[in-house]
């Protein structure tokens, strides 16, 4: 079993950046595909960023590609996303989450979540 903290959501203004980390903690971290996701009010949740056990692999959603990036540390058993050009549709509360096959993007394939981080775009 894994268990996975987000950390480093907050309040920034439309265009600003945010870098989300995800501590994991339990397991061996590198035996995990990590993926990131966001639910926003009145909407299911959805894929935002996959990334392999090695880090060789990388995919990511339509509405981010090009300004957001994951990326992951198995030294120190962490995941981020990094957030730039951000906009008001971004706004949601983020998830990550560890998976023991491929980074894909549907949730039923993720078996440990964390709590979820809060981030809200806004002037």
């Known amino acids: 079993q894994v268990q996975l903290a987000e950390s480093g959501g907050g309040l920034v203004q439309p265009g600003g950046s945010l870098r989300l980390s995800c501590a994991a903690s339990?397991?061996?971290?590198?035996?995990?595909?990590m993926g990131w996701f966001r639910q926003a009010p009145g909407k299911e949740r959805e894929f935002v960023a996959g990334?392999?056990?090695?880090?060789?692999?990388?995919r990511y959603a339509d509405s981010v590609k090009g300004r957001f990036t994951i990326s992951r540390d198995n030294a120190k058993t962490t995941v981020y996303l990094q957030m730039n050009s951000l906009k008001p549709e971004d706004t949601a509360v983020y998830y990550c989450?560890?998976?023991?096959?491929?980074?894909?993007?549907?949730?039923?394939?993720?078996?440990?979540w964390g709590q979820g981080t809060q981030v809200t775009v806004s002037s």
């Open positions: 339990g397991s061996i971290f590198n035996l995990y595909a």
């Open positions: 989450a560890s998976s023991f096959g491929v980074a894909d993007s549907v949730p039923q394939r993720y078996n440990y």
């Open positions: 990334i392999s056990r090695s880090g060789s692999s990388v």
